[in-house]
């Protein structure tokens, strides 16, 4: 009883500037002073019930025309000459290219962080990629499958995700029939996506397998199909229990093992609380998300509402990935912009190239995000902003003939490595389609302006702004706020949140 009661209690806490900036940090992307501000003053409960309750099921952002485009047929296929294969091969891979800078164009724009957090977050669980799915339009419908349930049932998505077509080429589930199982999909459904190692054996991958023949593709339209005469529909073992499974049936045996609630709720502690789990702290949550049928939004509030989730030991220990630290930034600062492309191009410079994770693990994240490389990139594409300091523009372009060359495909500025020059090259010419960075008005807010020197109450309200802990290299004493600005932004703690 004294438990719930400290539980209670804790979730009344009301949250000042700093504890919203790190909720809203940590379960979305960096926060404007505007949305920064309808935080400030609830409860953790009630921050937590607002956050889960803006969240979406659909992109905000129009997809690209193409991506109802059927696949060509084999008889289409059969009948190009080389020069048309290689032009069709080029255009597979700049839709490839669209497709991330309208992904990095809905993350700026969604009133819904956590809802893309969670898309990117099931993107690297139930990996699949540009390396084994050549068709980007196969990769962009999976990708609105897994917005579609970024935060429902996460029963619901392993069914969806199993039968998805990106995920049958991936995992080379189409090839898997009766007399011939391939067991990819098998191992990695209980070693990946539910159980964990250590939790199954090989006869449960291949017996397993059996029950996964007859999902197939259409060699036309590369949709899912059942195909009856390909199903080993014989008996089979798996984990204990045995039966004429279906592939579905083995799918639910996996979801009602303790294990896969304790797997997921591990892995989403590690995305949004510490990279050290503490299992007595997961335990209870996962129970709850085992009798809630697997409701994600359950997990969830579990774990932000956790003592864990607001300690301060347990602040300023992730590192953002690159599309934390991107995105983030662009938020937080109000970045203009007219084109997402070298946005999208930098992600993948700093190593998280979007819709094509490393292999079938994902991006191993954590400290892995950080190398000389990297961070030396990212310290560039900060110094690039300080340079974009123009009279501000729309901070998230929104008009209609934006919209209308996202949806066409036909995105400006697709020559997009290096990531940031050719953006910035349209600011040093004084052009349309650059970055622009109002530091100005930024600046304002904490009533101090790029020239003038802030006094300590200033300099203090930055550091709070800008980074989760405490700056960890000196700086000078008398720089310009727009100077300490930049100084606070290259401190290594800026790459943590």
Do not use: C
């Amino acid at each position: 009883m004294a438990a719930a009661s400290a539980a209670s209690e804790s979730e009344q806490t009301i949250l000042d500037a700093d504890d919203a900036r790190f909720f809203l940090t940590r379960v979305g992307f960096a926060p404007d002073s505007a949305e920064l501000a309808q935080y400030v003053g609830l409860t953790r409960e009630q921050a937590v019930d607002r956050v889960l309750a803006a969240a979406r099921t659909e992109a905000v952002t129009p997809l690209p025309d193409w991506v109802l485009e059927p696949i060509p047929t084999r008889d289409t296929r059969k009948a190009w000459s080389d020069e048309q294969r290689r032009d069709e091969q080029r255009q597979r891979g700049q839709r490839y290219e669209i497709l991330r800078t309208w992904w990095v164009r809905e993350m700026l724009n969604t009133p819904s962080p956590l809802t893309e957090r969670m898309t990117l977050f099931w993107h690297n669980h139930f990996t699949s990629g540009q390396d084994k799915v050549p068709y980007p339009q196969q990769m962009a419908l999976q990708n609105m499958l897994l917005r579609r349930d970024a935060l429902g049932n996460f029963g619901e998505l392993l069914h969806d995700v199993a039968k998805d077509p990106a995920m049958l080429q991936y995992l080379d589930g189409a090839s898997n029939r009766k007399g011939k199982p391939n067991e990819n999909f098998a191992r990695e459904v209980m070693e990946l996506f539910t159980l964990g190692e250590g939790h199954y054996t090989q006869r449960d991958v291949s017996e397993a397998a059996r029950a996964y023949t007859g999902w197939s593709l259409d060699p036309d339209t590369q949709s899912y199909v059942w195909r009856a005469n390909q199903h080993d529909d014989g008996v089979k073992t798996v984990l204990g229990e045995t039966g004429p499974f279906d592939g579905d049936q083995v799918l639910d045996i996996l979801l009602a093992r303790p294990e896969t609630a304790t797997f997921i709720t591990t892995k989403l502690w590690r995305e949004f609380v510490s990279d050290t789990p503490d299992p007595s702290r997961v335990a209870p949550i996962a129970a709850q998300f085992r009798a809630s049928h697997y409701d994600i939004k359950v997990a969830l509030r579990g774990l932000f509402l956790a003592d864990a989730f607001w300690d301060d030991a347990n602040r300023g220990v992730l590192v953002k990935s690159p599309v934390d630290f991107v995105v983030g930034t662009l938020r937080e600062f109000d970045i203009g912009y007219d084109n997402t492309a070298p946005f999208a191009a930098e992600v993948r410079t700093l190593g998280e190239n979007l819709f094509y994770p490393p292999n079938v693990k994902g991006w191993p994240g954590g400290t892995t995000w950080i190398n000389s490389s990297t961070l030396l990139a990212r310290k560039q594409f900060l110094e690039q902003l300080f340079r974009a300091t123009e009279a501000a523009g729309p901070r998230r372009t929104s008009n209609p003939a934006s919209a209308k060359l996202a949806a066409s495909g036909a995105m400006p500025g697709m020559q997009v490595t290096p990531p940031m020059q050719s953006a910035m090259a349209h600011v040093a010419q004084g052009g349309k389609g650059g970055v622009r960075f109002d530091v100005d008005t930024w600046l304002a807010h904490y009533n101090t302006a790029p020239t003038a020197k802030p006094g300590l109450s200033a300099e203090l309200q930055l550091q709070h702004a800008v980074l989760p802990l405490t700056p960890v290299d000196a700086i000078d004493t008398g720089s310009t706020a727009s100077a300490y600005l930049q100084a606070l932004l290259m401190d290594p703690a800026y790459q943590l949140k």
